[in-house]
């Protein structure tokens, strides 16, 4: 599996294929005469006990790396890509429209409820019950089924009536109630209820593909800013080796961190510094990096490369430019109004964290001058609100930014993690899945990663041996049969037996 993606060749059938013409393919297998089916193909790459076996594999490779000094304990950088799903970019369901839809429908459950008690059904149900709710929509059927059972038999019965039978007319008014209820009202919300639990905290998902969210793509050939269904994955790594990896359903990556980070085996790979770009930058990431993990985060936040321009830091309308009195704690801004200490405030946002704020107003002042600066345009006095914590983690940020230790280490960030995505995307061609699925997707994206790391120890084996002569070196770093197995990742083509020297790979094997 790992050599036929490391060969660009994703697809099941196309993989058995390979594995019946293909003479390394043969070798890797073990025997010439035994052929994987594509479904056999495609049940590995889908069941739950292959994420396992992929878990125990990135644990030996790392060990590997580490028992070889590939690996340092300086830095491990983290960065994240969007990879399309295999899902139909037109099945999008958004949970607004859903919200919408549903609240519509909940007002006409509950003019239908009060058609019902109208007309004298008995709904059998409390009266405290939700008229909205799904178990009062299906007692509603059920009280309409037997009402309209006893009319039938009522109306076997009676005589013919001059003028048309109430009966009749009433069972046709239920009939139409119970139409409304069964084929209309109570599938749709039953529809609405399972879009919720696909939801999840999400705001969007794929029919295709439930577990798919709609994102904004890199690569957007219409310029229009279509919205595609896709997965964020992300990496963790060292010398352009992956270690870990992660799928995401959030589009953004400033919410991945923690959780990436909570799945990492520091133990294993202990590093000093961790490296990510400005899109993870973010209060609650820097204090889980700083207290909980008691590493350095070498993580820019997003105004961090404005904040060091000319233009920002002359620019005397930025709080961060005023004078500020630490001794009184007050402002002054670049209109000599100051602004004093008024109180604290505090905000927490969707996700629990909780931030909290020194409100500064500014003072009053009688001078018609000042009186303009001090108000704003409602007549208010104006304020400001500093969050201290969050001024001193981006000092902090910066300070470490700028060292000559830091600057050194943030610049192998663009030769670490982005040759990595470079090489998955544009030589491997691995831009769409293949599965469906968050644990399929899981599968598949730490598949196609490892044999990413196959490809690139296998060539920084070959350079080694060819440029240094370490054959004897090497063959003691791995197993005879491992380094074969390696040797297969190098080339890049598909050649016929006869280009291979088959009585040496069976000597070596």
């Avoid at 580490?66 to 340092?72: A, H, P, T, V």
């Avoid at 859903?98 to 609240?103: G, L």
């Amino acid at each position: 599996m790992l050599f036929a993606y490391s060969r660009k060749v994703f697809s099941g059938r196309k993989i058995q294929q390979m594995a019946e013409e293909n003479i390394p393919m043969k070798w890797l297998i073990g025997d010439p005469d035994v052929v994987p089916s594509y479904r056999t193909i495609n049940r590995f790459r889908t069941d739950p006990q292959t994420t396992k076996l992929i878990a125990l594999m990135y644990l030996q490779f790392r060990q590997s790396l580490i028992d070889n000094n590939l690996l340092s304990d300086e830095a491990i950088f983290i960065d994240g890509t969007k990879i399309l799903a295999d899902a139909n970019k037109y099945s999008f369901v958004w949970r607004r429209s859903t919200e919408k839809f549903e609240s519509k429908l909940d007002q006409k459950t509950r003019n239908l409820f009060k058609d019902l008690i109208q007309n004298k059904v008995n709904l059998a149900v409390e009266s405290e019950m939700d008229p909205t709710d799904l178990q009062t929509l299906e007692a509603e059927v059920d009280a309409l089924d037997t009402e309209i059972d006893e009319l039938d038999q009522q109306i076997k019965t009676e005589k013919v009536i001059p003028g048309g039978s109430p009966r009749k007319q009433r069972r046709r008014k239920l009939k139409h109630l119970r139409h409304l209820v069964r084929d209309e009202y109570l599938p749709r919300k039953q529809k609405y209820r399972q879009y919720h639990e696909w939801f999840g905290d999400r705001n969007s998902f794929s029919k295709t593909d439930h577990d798919a969210t709609f994102m904004r793509m890199k690569e957007d050939p219409m310029q229009n800013g279509q919205l595609k269904p896709g997965y964020n994955l992300q990496i963790a790594t060292q010398s352009q080796f992956v270690l870990y990896y992660q799928v995401n359903q959030r589009p953004t990556d400033q919410r991945t961190l923690i959780p990436f980070l909570k799945a990492m085996n520091f133990a294993q790979t202990p590093v000093n510094y961790i490296v990510a770009d400005a899109g993870y930058g973010s209060e609650p990431n820097y204090q889980f990096v700083k207290e909980k993990l008691g590493k350095i985060p070498l993580i820019p936040y997003t105004m961090y490369l404005k904040e060091q321009s000319k233009k920002y830091r002359s620019d005397l309308s930025k709080v961060m430019n005023w004078e500020y009195h630490a001794e009184e704690d007050y402002y002054v801004d670049n209109h000599h109004i100051r602004f004093s200490y008024h109180g604290m405030s505090h905000r927490t946002d969707k996700n629990g964290f909780t931030r909290d704020f020194k409100v500064y107003r500014a003072d009053d002042y009688d001078d018609p001058e000042r009186y303009y600066w001090s108000t704003t345009r409602m007549g208010n006095q104006r304020r400001i609100n500093i969050n201290p914590h969050w001024e001193s983690q981006k000092a902090y940020v910066r300070e470490q930014l700028s060292s000559p230790e830091g600057k050194a280490i943030f610049a192998k960030r663009k030769l670490e993690d982005e040759p990595a995505f470079g090489n998955l995307k544009a030589n491997l061609r691995f831009r769409r899945l293949s599965v469906r699925g968050l644990r399929q997707v899981n599968n598949e994206l730490g598949i196609i990663l490892m044999a990413a790391n196959m490809n690139k120890l296998a060539k920084m084996m070959a350079n080694l041996s060819h440029i240094f002569g370490w054959i004897e070196k090497l063959s003691h770093i791995f197993q005879k049969k491992w380094k074969m197995r390696l040797n297969l990742f190098v080339g890049g083509t598909y050649v016929p037996a006869s280009f291979f020297n088959l009585v040496t790979l069976a000597n070596t094997g």
